[in-house]
Structure formats: structure tokens, C-alpha cells
């Protein structure tokens, strides 16, 4: 796999390639999934090593004219299933998912949340997100948001309101982003069965 970056200078007229990212590892669909922000671009892997998965950050310092990468995220666990499947960024925070794995591997799923103290050379993991009804194949984390200090995670194999009919969790620090809590769970109000509910998710503001 690969990611390309394109860019305008006439207002979106028109858009040129101004880079092309890639890693030097075979069969880890690098690219599945991709975020921005401002000079930083997150890839998600989340095939390498037969689907344990990893995260690339690359970064920019001329403009956008070249990009390297300065970070690989890996999961503190030792095996996780689909790392990387989305990925999603604000400021100094990354989020990424993985929604194949969780303590007993019933692919309840789970999310890490990273953060950088040096501007993007070095990225720590200070949380990893679950929910307080996990069950097995609801595959929470299939599809992670953050705006500010937000974070929002879909777990589209939810069976609250019928199989797989869907969810989506919010998380919220409370120390200064040292732990994250869960403060709400949405549902659709009409909710059924292979809904899929959450299978994507966006958060802009409240």
C-alpha cells in the first residue's frame, strides 16, 4: 500500500501530488487508513504481521514539499488485532483503533490514545480505551474521531437494538488527559438489526 498528498495554491482549482508515502514492508495494507493535521499525516497498517497492525506519523518542515516519517506507533500489547484500522488526529493526540482485539480475543475491540511532549518526535501511549458493556464481536474501535480533548469510537457489531444493529461510545479526560472515562453511549432512535450503526464517526465541536 500507499498514501498520496496533494495540494492546491489556487484556492482548489487545482490540486498537484506533492508526495507519495510509503513503508519498506510487504502485505501490512498500508494506507487503510489515513488523518491530518497541519503538518502531520497518520497512516494506519493494520495488516502488518498478519493483522497485529501499526501506525506511521510523518511529518513536513518544508511547506508539504517532503514528508518523512518520525514516528511508528506500536500497541502495548504484544499481539492486537487490525492496530491501525482508523486513525484520527488533533493537535499533539492521535487515535487509533483496534477493534479485532481485546483481552480474551472475542473482538470486542479497543482504541490507544498517543501524545507527543516534542512536537512529533516521540509519541507516548497514555490511555487505552474500552467500554463498560463490552461484548464479544462488537468491534468497538472500528472507527475512531477526536476534536479538542473528544474522543468518539464506533463499535458497529453492538446488539442493543438488534444484531449488530450499532453503537457509538464518548470519551472524555479527566487529568489532564492522563485516563480517559466513557461519559455516553449513542444509539440511533430507530435502531434494527444489521444497521451498522457507528461503522463510521466525526466530531466537530459539541
Known amino acids: 500500500g500507499s498514501a498520496y498528498v496533494f495540494h492546491t495554491i489556487d484556492d482548489g482549482a ?12 510487504n502485505s501490512a495494507y498500508f494506507g487503510f487508513s489515513v488523518a491530518i493535521a497541519g503538518n502531520t499525516i497518520v497512516v494506519g497498517a493494520y495488516y502488518k504481521n ?8 510523518f511529518h513536513t518542515s518544508d511547506g508539504g514539499a517532503t514528508y518523512g516519517q518520525v514516528a511508528k506507533l506500536p500497541a502495548s500489547d504484544a499481539a492486537v488485532g487490525e492496530f491501525g ?10 487515535v487509533v483503533s483496534a477493534p479485532w482485539d481485546d ?8 482504541a490507544y490514545v498517543f501524545h507527543t511532549t516534542d512536537g512529533g518526535a ?10 463498560s458493556d463490552a461484548a464479544a464481536y462488537d468491534y468497538f474501535g472500528r472507527s475512531v474521531a477526536i476534536d479538542g480533548t473528544t474522543i468518539v469510537a464506533g463499535a458497529y457489531g453492538d446488539d442493543d437494538g438488534g444484531s449488530s444493529s450499532g453503537s457509538v461510545y ?29 461503522v463510521s464517526v466525526a466530531i466537530d465541536g459539541a
Open 50 to 57: 498478519s493483522g497485529e497492525g501499526a501506525v506511521y506519523v
Open 122 to 131: 516521540t509519541y507516548g501511549q497514555i490511555a487505552k480505551l474500552t467500554v
Open 170 to 198: 464518548v470519551f472524555l479526560p479527566s487529568d489532564g488527559c492522563a485516563t480517559y472515562a466513557q461519559v455516553a453511549k449513542l444509539t440511533a432512535s430507530d435502531a434494527a438489526a444489521g444497521d451498522y450503526f457507528g
Open 85 to 94: 484500522s482508523s486513525v484520527a488526529i488533533f493537535g499533539a493526540t492521535v
Open 103 to 110: 483481552a480474551s480475543h472475542s473482538y470486542a475491540g479497543e
Open 14 to 25: 487545482t490540486y498537484d501530488q506533492v508526495a507519495k508515502l510509503t513503508i519498506h514492508e
